[in-house]
Structures are given as structure tokens and as C-alpha cells.
């Protein structure tokens, strides 16, 4: 098992923004998260990757116990997320900006510094890494552009590079197509599944474009009010009378 939580619950104030919920992802699986706007699940992403800390309930990664650990240390272990807003760095390059999220490694120890030659075949490991990386997201003709000169669809990919620098096991992604022409979205998404096929990553993915998420999940769970209220196959989910509830509620109220 990747992931399980359990009872997972989060408060703001009076506001149950993460109610009860209770679910498990096995790995290489590649299921999406939907749910009206508001109904928890940035907040959910929050929690698996300890930005916030729950007020009941656990979460396990890979069999252990994880909830209330420092974000750093549930990174350390192999979650990853993005971020809703790309945070990619505009001043810096596409690649550096893969580059960068693999950092924090030998060289920049103060102990090991000094041994110049460990750390020079470690940078150019990862430099021969990323640019296999850059590659396979069809980045390599961007590679030396600022990351403000790319476009949006350019800039999640980006953004994924930085999560599979990073040697995610586990790719939380908040919205990975937001804002990007559908054919892009659809590249996006193909080389999300991509690297799950080849490189077995499990991906949890929060998306708003239903059409385009159906596609290419084979699970999907929505949250309505900090509740999960369905966890299933996406044919099921426009059958379903509680979702169609939600979203129907969420558009007239
Ligand atoms: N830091 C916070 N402080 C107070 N309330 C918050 C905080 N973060 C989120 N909320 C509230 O919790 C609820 C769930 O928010 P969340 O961002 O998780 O929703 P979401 O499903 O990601 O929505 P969207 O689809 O719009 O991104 C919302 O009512 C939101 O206003
Ligand atoms: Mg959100």
C-alpha cells in the first residue's frame, strides 16, 4: 500500500474542511480527486504532506506512520507534491528550475563540502539525470529559457520535472492542466501516465476538467463539504446521485 488515512480530520475555526475521510491508494495506481470548489482537497494535500497538521485521524506512507511529521521529513520519504499556483522560480531557467528541487544534497553539507571531488560526480549525476528528465517531458528546447518566458503548459511540466527530481514515489498534483489549452492538458496528462507506467510512480491528481481527468484515471474519489462521497470508476461517478447533487448544489447556491 502507498498510502492509507484514516479518519483524517481538519478544522479552520468552525469549518470542517477535511471531515472523517478514510481512504487508500495502492501503488502505481493513478487516481484523481474531485470535488466542487472548496470541498477540501488542497486542504487534503495539505495534510498528507504535513504543510498542515490533522486534528484526528493518521496517515500512513508505505506502512508507516507519517502524520505530524515536518513536511521536509515526509519529502524525505518519498511525497511530493505541487503546489496550485506553480512556484516556479521566473529568474530562474526551466532547467535549473528541475535541477534545483534534487539540491540539498552532498555538496551543500558543510562536512562533505570540502571533499570537492564526491560532490562535482554527484552534480554531474544529476545534471545527466535532468537532462534525461527535460527530455521526456519535452522540455529540452526550453531548457535555457527563464521561467518566465515559458508557457503555462511549459511551466506545470516544469513543475512535474521538479516533483520527479525530486524522487517522488508518491506526486500529489493540484490542478497539473490548470489553465492550459486542452491539447496541452492532454500532453500533460500522457506524460503523467507515462511516468507512472515507466517509472512506476503513484499519482494522486486534483483536477477541475473532468473530460480530460476521465481519460486517463481509473479511480476517482470526490470530496463534497470535507466529506468523501464517492471512490470509484470515473463511468460511475455522473450515475451517482450524491455527486450529482454536489456539483448541481455547488453551481446553484
Ligand atoms: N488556511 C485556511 N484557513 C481557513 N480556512 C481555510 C484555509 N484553507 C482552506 N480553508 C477553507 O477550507 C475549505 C476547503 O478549502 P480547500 O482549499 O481545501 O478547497 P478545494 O477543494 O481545494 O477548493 P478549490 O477547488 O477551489 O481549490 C474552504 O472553505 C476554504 O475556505
Ligand atoms: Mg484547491
Request: aromatic share 8%; net charge negative.
Given at each position: 500500500m502507498s498510502l492509507e488515512v484514516r479518519g483524517l480530520t481538519k478544522r479552520f475555526g468552525g469549518?470542517?474542511?477535511?471531515?472523517?475521510?478514510?481512504f487508500s491508494v495502492r501503488n502505481g495506481e493513478?487516481?484523481?480527486?474531485?470535488g466542487p470548489n472548496g470541498s477540501?482537497?488542497?486542504?487534503?494535500?495539505?495534510?498528507?504532506?504535513?504543510?498542515l497538521r490533522p486534528?484526528?485521524?493518521?496517515i500512513y506512507f508505505e506502512g508507516e506512520r507519517i502524520d505530524g511529521l515536518p513536511?521536509?521529513?515526509?519529502y524525505r520519504r518519498g511525497i511530493v507534491r505541487?503546489?496550485?499556483?506553480?512556484?516556479?522560480?521566473?529568474?530562474v531557467t526551466v532547467g535549473e528550475n528541475v535541477m534545483l528541487s534534487a539540491k540539498g544534497q552532498r555538496g551543500e553539507r558543510p562536512y562533505v563540502a570540502p571533499f570537492r571531488r564526491l560532490?562535482?560526480?554527484?552534480e554531474l549525476e544529476l545534471a545527466e539525470e535532468a537532462r534525461e528528465l527535460l527530455e521526456f517531458l519535452k522540455l529540452s528546447q526550453v531548457a535555457r529559457n527563464w521561467g518566465s518566458e515559458v508557457s503555462g503548459g511549459q511551466m506545470k511540466l516544469t513543475e512535474i520535472g521538479r516533483a520527479m527530481m525530486g524522487r517522488g514515489r508518491l506526486v500529489l498534483l493540484d490542478e497539473p492542466a490548470a489553465g492550459v489549452a486542452v491539447p496541452l492538458a492532454h500532453d500533460i496528462f500522457r506524460t503523467l501516465v507515462r511516468i507512472n507506467r515507466e517509472l512506476g510512480?503513484?499519482?494522486?491528481?486534483?483536477?477541475?476538467?473532468?473530460?480530460?481527468l476521465f481519460e486517463y484515471v481509473q479511480r476517482v474519489m470526490v470530496m463534497h463539504e470535507g466529506r468523501l462521497i464517492y471512490d470509484g470508476d470515473p463511468q460511475g461517478v455522473s450515475k451517482d446521485r450524491r455527486v450529482v447533487e454536489a456539483y448541481l448544489g455547488g453551481e446553484v447556491g
Open positions: 469549518l470542517v474542511a477535511v471531515n472523517e475521510v478514510s493513478v487516481v484523481g480527486l474531485i477540501g482537497k488542497t486542504t487534503l494535500f495539505n495534510l498528507i504532506s504535513g504543510v486534528d484526528a485521524g493518521e513536511p521536509h521529513e515526509i505541487s503546489f496550485q499556483i506553480p512556484r516556479t522560480f521566473d529568474r560532490w562535482v560526480r554527484q510512480t503513484t499519482f494522486l491528481i486534483i483536477e477541475h476538467r473532468l473530460d480530460i
